[in-house]
């Protein structure tokens, strides 16, 4: 019986799944266990058809797929390369994988597509030590080749796929790495990367110094701010600009972000500008905390892990979204329990809020900026034509 490897994530980490398969006498059945989800149990729809459109015949016997271990919950549909090639090559003795794990999924025509959640997989096997060679489709090999210590091949469908396999020379399909077109900086030995051509500038921000000032204390330590100020004084202004002059990132913090951004269903840029996130006051605790009702899913503070969280218009947040900020701000990290999922967040982000003066101190041009800086926590008072800084301990 010959195994072929795969994975499955488990909210952020990947589990390493063994596809395995029996063919057997018996009224001609095609059967997949190992408690898997819909996506999974469609892929056989996916497969049968691949292979008959590809000029490969379906053996006429009882098929038995399972993914193992069977007592993990398992789900994605990058598991139909694996189970194709498991029908596909059901004859052949002589095949050595040589610990090659094989993601993607399946089209009717045979070609193999991407999926949201192979990057996600792959980088977490590779953290592991669990993953050294990998088969995947052209799109998510050019994903997956900014990944350190990783062997990437390609291929484009099902039958290429096949001759993979069954190829003892297998380096035609091995895929050239790239490198981040972005300016670097060294820094004890370790390589950090920046952009120079941003979305937003200061200097669309007209006045305002000793609030772009604040800024640049806070994003230079990393401490968290608030903005008070009238409408229209710069307040969201500064706050959407200040990702850009964050430190730059890390290899491992670029890929960490694309992760996340796989995560979320988004296109994974790999660009070093840090993450933003501004969710409306309006927003559930469940989709700002993470959360779910079975399964621990992602909120908008673990999406901001490493970047920027924004609350505009503070006070219109409700008293217990604001008090469970309390651990995230603290602790750097946030565990979400649920009956069936247990899963701890990190959360290493700036948090910045704004908000609307009391009406009976409303005056024009006038905005008020609160730092925690350390222990202290430093009180800016900006006007157009008188500048003050005060501390206070």
Same mark, same amino acid.
């Given at each position: 019986m010959k195994i072929i490897k795969s994975a499955s994530l488990d909210t952020l980490d990947a589990i390493s799944i063994d596809v395995e398969s029996t063919f057997t006498r018996g009224l001609p059945t095609f059967t997949i266990v190992g408690m898997i989800s819909t996506s999974i149990s469609e892929s056989k729809d996916r497969v049968k058809s691949a292979l008959l459109t590809n000029g490969f015949k379906f053996p006429p016997l009882k098929i038995t797929v399972n993914l193992s271990p069977s007592e993990i919950n398992k789900k994605g549909t990058h598991f139909d390369l694996a189970i194709a090639l498991q029908i596909a090559l059901f004859e052949e003795?002589?095949?050595? /994988?040589?610990?090659? #794990?094989? /993601?993607?999924?399946?089209?009717?025509?045979?070609?193999?597509?991407?999926?949201?959640?192979? /990057?996600?997989?792959?980088?977490?096997?590779?953290?592991?030590?669990?993953?050294?060679?990998?088969?995947?489709?052209?799109?998510?090999?050019?994903?997956?080749?900014?990944?350190?210590?990783?062997?990437? #091949?390609?291929?484009?469908n099902l039958e290429e796929a096949i001759l993979f396999a069954k190829s003892k020379n297998k380096d035609n399909f091995l895929y050239e790495k790239k490198i981040f077109d972005y300016k670097t900086l060294v820094i004890n030995d370790e390589t950090f990367y920046y952009e120079t051509k941003y979305k937003s500038d200061f200097i669309d921000v007209i006045g305002q110094d000793m609030a772009k000032y604040a800024a640049m204390i806070s994003a230079a330590g990393n401490h968290n701010i608030i903005f008070e100020g009238s409408p229209g004084c710069g307040k969201s202004m500064i706050s959407k600009r200040l990702q850009y002059i964050m430190p730059p990132m890390s290899l491992e913090e670029i890929l960490e972000k694309a992760k996340l951004q796989a995560l979320d269903y988004k296109e994974i840029d790999f660009s070093p500008i840090r993450a933003f996130r501004s969710p409306h006051h309006s927003s559930t605790k469940s989709s700002i905390f993470g959360g779910g009702s079975s399964n621990a899913k992602m909120g908008e503070i673990a999406l901001s892990n490493n970047g920027i969280l924004f609350f505009d218009e503070l006070p219109h947040f409700s008293k217990s979204i604001l008090e469970a900020l309390r651990e995230p701000l603290e602790d750097n990290k946030i565990l979400i329990s649920r009956v069936n999922s247990k899963i701890m967040y990190e959360t290493k982000f700036i948090f910045i809020a704004a908000m609307n003066p009391c009406p009976c101190v409303i005056s024009n041009n006038k905005c008020y900026f609160l730092i925690n800086y350390a222990t202290n926590v430093y009180f800016v008072f900006s006007k157009i034509k008188e500048k003050s800084f005060y501390k206070y301990n």
């Open positions: 003795k002589n095949i050595d /994988f040589e610990d090659t #794990y094989f /993601f993607g999924e399946l089209a009717l025509d045979g070609n193999i597509k991407d999926t949201s959640s192979i /990057f996600p997989i792959v980088l977490s096997l590779v953290k592991q030590g669990l993953l050294k060679k990998v088969l995947v489709c052209n799109e998510s090999a050019e994903k997956l080749s900014n990944i350190h210590n990783l062997e990437i #091949y390609r291929v484009k």
